[in-house]
């Protein structure tokens, strides 16, 4: 391979990995979301079922 393709490769996964790193953040931060990861967290602290299993 010609060395102008293996940086283009490299540059092109760099911009890549940082819209997926951008797109995880806004996902996370969405001011919409802070119900979802607030019911979420709680999760390991609700009571469990009273049928007996877990």
């Known amino acids: 391979m010609s060395e102008w393709f293996v940086t283009l490769v490299l540059q092109g996964w760099l911009v890549i ?10 996902f996370t931060f969405w001011p919409g979301s802070r119900a979802r ?6 999760l390991p602290f609700e009571e469990a079922d009273t049928d007996g299993r877990s």
């Open 17 to 26: 990995a940082f819209a997926l790193f951008a797109a995880i953040l806004a």
């Open 37 to 42: 990861w607030e019911r979420n967290g709680r």
